[in-house]
């Protein structure tokens, strides 16, 4: 056993005086009137004699005095190490990367140990971390072990990779200290600067490096989309037995689609992730992660481009030809990107197409060309392709006339006559290369291979609006790939073949890129320009939660967006604008993980067992001790206890009152023995937002996890600390200690007179409830009424549970409103449903900072505000997504806001028509 203040252990020198007190405390005097009192007041007594406490709780007390000063000194059992403690300061490392935040949990505790051994040993400690930090730079001084504490509680893990040649650095900047003591926190993956790190380290002393369980080392990156359904791949640590991992597919609302089991097989390092599912279930896969594993590194995002659209592809006898045939490259480009329908046109059309692709040749029939050419009016994206057959067919006058009325529509451009052009082709003495995209064109920022050539075309006519229709060029400025919009849809033509008899373009790469921004295209995805600044929309946390951007997050360039890493200004998340977002992953670019060499004497985590503190024991055997003395004198004074003592008229000894006084100071707050007063509620000490119970256990669960999801997002976007919400039932819990009172209204709501009572106190007093009904019901009246356009059933039970309450006039809220504007400026208030009314009072309460006692609407706040304890949003937003649930996000900060600080902010109603008369003045 070992004592942190053993110099506390010399007030056991005062027992001996504890027990000459306690046996010389004379018995409390006891008061009887008695006449013959002046005859025994000359009585002289032989000898006087203190009464004397029973020689077993003489003990018994002494013993309780002894274990307060052993408590109060903080003995403890020192914990297993493997290196011996070192009396100096002490350098502590942590790799604080995504590869660590798998076992976050058991680093921090290992960290913990590490600073009681330095604040034992009276040492003070500098920390840091090997993940880089944007807002925060590593502390280069020493800090006493209480302060390092505070820090790793703050600390967590980042969302992309250590860098330990960064530290390095940083190591070498460092004053010359001799440290006692170097700990290293390791996620054992290589890194190109682990050398240079090592050397740092051992500049300054002997290293111990702790590794933790090799089994949390994992990624999943992302894979191109495949028609094999190969989505994500696994990498991890090379081990001798295989892995089972489990990765779950989830969508934009947070349910699993799947579950998928992953074998990574002996001495593997690799494993495809393959989702099995249908094309309509696929296609909502927004999120793999894998289970049991939070980490920014075992979470993939998916963005746009892996949804696979469906492309119908128009056939033909001998059309799938290896290596000649006009369907065999088309195939070959597009069945990894899309989902693939091939046949003739009356199947193709029976499906729900995106996109209609037609070969040279493919709509010869005018009932084809009819057929077709509705369908693009409706909405359809048909892409051509030239060929033989387009070129005879401009140059055959016996079918120009025909040609003229059945084909022109489906032509984006005019192409020139056969007196233009020989065979509807042009020959040149060398092959022309392409022109680089216009910055307005779906191709814009694809490199194009210097490789790729076109021998022979079919030539638009010239015209004065020609140049609208181009979205590729030849160097020469002719036409390859020309639209135009039919209707509601859109025709494309390729001015070449799909085969390579006219160009190489279909056996490149560029030729499958070309395909794919096409179908982005045709589905309304936006295509960012290479010089467009992509903002993070949402990032993800080292643990692979997904929340709103750091500050410290910034936009990346179009252009540079495939090969940007990872990073503090760079978080792992989606950029760019809802129609064209684009997914930046933390594992994005690995190819393997490889062990690192041990940089110090390794040792293991399990090693580190902690300290095992005696003290708080030692304070509870002495309260049990005093508890038991007091015990004893009641049931002696009361004769109950049939020992026979002179003491039967004391109480206990003051010293020991004093004692117990002292340690319920010092006790830790889980030691302590319930009081006879009532403890002050938790909402008392942190501000907390409240919700009222309805009895229904899936409203309730959603209220909570509404106002949790709320107050997360308060407390990460303002200055505002709000506790977890609580669970109230008015005219039973004192509802003063709550700013805000968030209430589900359900069709079998009702009150009582003592929550009405409760509730009109509350509104009284300056709180703020906000009511909601949780949707609209189109069945009771009309939707501008307060009390009407609402979910099922609740028009009635908001009548009836309103009817005793004093509610004030009340007007459909604005965006002029002063709730529009106390945190965001906003002009919608959606929540879960978007559109709904909100009702305020016409005018506030003028004894309560002119606040709006009541806040009524129907746009179900709760459900849009919800976070699951895994960081998922569990309920869907309609018919929004992510822009909508943010915008309710905003609202409901606006209205905590509100309740918290009132109508400070009332006179930025004012700042328009200021701003108006400051232009007027001359």
């Known amino acids: 056993m070992i004592f942190q203040f053993p110099a506390l252990l010399s007030a056991l020198i005062c027992l001996p005086l ?52 052993v408590g109060f000194a903080r003995p403890f059992i020192p914990g297993s190490r493997e290196q011996a403690r070192a009396a100096g300061p002490v350098l502590l490392v942590m790799d604080d990367g995504m590869f660590s935040a798998a076992d976050w949990t058991e680093r921090l505790a290992t960290a913990q140990t590490i600073v009681d051994d330095a604040e034992h040993s009276k040492s003070e400690l500098l920390l840091l971390g090997t993940a880089p930090q944007a807002d925060a730079p590593p502390t280069a001084t020493l800090q006493p072990a209480a302060i390092v504490r505070q820090m790793l509680n703050s600390r967590h893990p980042a969302p992309w990779p250590a860098n330990r040649a960064q530290t ?51 990624a999943l990156v992302p894979v191109p989309p495949t028609d094999n359904g190969v ?201 022309q290369h392409l022109a680089p995209f216009d910055q307005t064109s779906p191709f814009r920022g694809l490199t194009i291979p210097p490789d790729v050539t076109v021998s022979r075309q079919v030539l638009a006519s010239p015209s004065a609006n020609l140049g609208a229709h181009v979205w590729a060029r030849l160097a020469d400025g002719t036409p390859l790939v020309t639209h135009a919009e039919l209707g509601k849809g859109e025709v494309i033509l390729f001015h070449v073949s799909s085969t390579a008899d006219w160009s190489n373009l279909p056996l490149s790469g560029l030729f499958v890129a070309m395909l794919q921004r096409l179908s982005d295209h045709a589905n309304g995805l936006n295509i960012p320009a290479s010089h467009m600044l992509l903002s993070p929309a949402i990032t993800l946390d080292g643990e692979g939660i997904a929340g709103p951007p750091p500050p410290t997050a910034r936009g990346i360039e179009g252009e540079a967006f495939a090969t940007t890493a990872v990073s503090p200004e760079h978080p792992p998340g989606l950029y760019g604008p809802t129609d064209g977002r684009k997914a930046l992953n933390a594992a994005t670019g690995l190819d393997n993980l490889q062990p690192a060499a041990a940089v110090g004497t390794l040792t293991n985590a399990a090693g580190q067992r902690p300290d095992v503190p005696l003290g708080r024991y030692c304070l509870l055997g002495a309260l049990l001790l005093l508890l038991l003395d007091g015990l004893s004198v009641g049931l002696m004074r009361t004769g109950k206890l049939p020992i026979r003592s002179n003491i039967q008229h004391q109480k206990s000894a003051p010293l020991l009152v004093l004692l117990a006084t002292l340690f319920a100071t010092v006790l830790p707050a889980h030691a302590q023995a319930p009081s006879g007063d009532s403890p002050a509620p938790a909402a008392a000490l942190e501000t907390r937002l409240g919700y009222i119970v309805t009895g229904h256990d899936d409203v309730d669960e959603a209220s909570r996890l509404g106002l949790q999801g709320l107050s997360d997002f308060v407390n990460a976007r303002t200055s505002a600390v709000m506790g977890h919400p609580d669970a109230v039932h008015p005219g039973t819990d004192d509802l003063s200690y709550y700013p805000l009172l968030y209430w589900p209204i359900t069709a079998d709501a009702t009150t009582t007179p003592a929550m009405t009572a409760a509730l009109n106190s509350f509104m009284a007093h300056g709180g703020i409830l906000l009511i909601d009904t949780q949707g609209q019901d189109g069945s009771t009246g009309p939707s501008d009424a307060a009390f009407t356009a609402d979910a099922p059933g609740t028009s009635a039970a908001l009548r009836r549970v309103t009817a005793g309450l004093v509610v004030p006039p009340l007007v459909v809220m604005t965006d002029h409103h002063l709730l529009a504007h106390t945190f965001y400026l906003l002009h919608d208030f959606p929540g879960r449903y978007a559109g709904q009314p909100i009702w305020v009072a016409k005018e506030g ?58 109508s400070y902010k009332a006179d930025q109603v004012h700042v328009p028509m200021l701003l108006k008369r400051l232009e007027d003045k001359p």
């Open 231 to 431: 989505m994500a791949r696994l990498i991890a640590l090379q081990m001798p037995q295989p892995r089972l991992v489990h990765v779950a597919a989830r969508a934009t609302d947070g349910g699993t689609l799947a579950v998928i089991p992953v074998t990574i097989p002996a001495n593997a390092t690799q494993a495809d992730v393959r989702v099995d599912l249908p094309i309509t279930v696929r296609n909502r896969v927004d999120t793999l992660s894998v289970q049991g594993v939070a980490s920014a590194a075992t979470t993939v995002l998916l963005d746009e481009n892996t949804r696979l659209r469906p492309v119908g592809l128009l056939s033909n006898g001998g059309a799938d030809t290896p290596l000649i045939g006009s369907i065999f490259y088309l195939r070959r480009a597009l069945a990894p990107l899309s989902d693939l329908h091939e046949g003739p046109l009356e199947a193709l059309l029976n499906h729900p197409l995106s996109v209609l692709i037609a070969p040279d040749g493919t709509l010869a029939s005018a009932q084809n060309q009819k057929s077709v050419l509705d369908w693009v009016k409706n909405g359809g994206t048909l892409i051509r392709f030239a060929g033989p057959a387009l070129a005879g067919s401009q140059h055959d006058a016996d079918n120009l006339a025909s040609m003229a009325e059945a084909t022109p529509s489906l032509l984006p451009v005019p192409l020139l006559d056969g007196a233009r052009q020989l065979g509807g082709s042009m020959t040149w003495g060398t092959p």
């Open 845 to 902: 309460d003028a004894e309560n900072d002119d606040v709006s006692p009541v806040i009524i609407g129907g746009a179900d706040w709760a459900h849009a505000w919800a976070v699951d304890s895994a960081g998922n949003t569990p309920f869907a937003v309609i018919p929004g997504g992510s822009d909508q649930r943010l915008q309710a996000y905003r609202f409901g900060l606006n209205t905590v806001i509100y309740a918290l600080t009132g």
């Open 168 to 218: 390095a650095s940083q190591l070498r900047q460092l004053p010359a200290i001799h440290f006692a003591r170097i700990v290293y926190l390791a996620d054992a993956i290589a890194q190109s600067g682990d050398t240079a790190f090592a050397q740092a380290l051992h500049e300054r002393g002997a290293v111990q490096e702790i590794r933790f369980a090799p089994q949390a080392s994992i």
């Open 18 to 69: 504890v027990w000459w007190l306690l046996r010389a405390t004379p018995p409390r005097p006891r008061t009887q009137s008695f006449p013959p009192i002046a005859f025994l007041r000359r009585l002289k007594p032989r000898q006087t004699e203190a009464a004397r406490s029973p020689l077993w709780l003489l003990l018994l007390r002494l013993l309780a005095a002894g274990l307060l000063i």
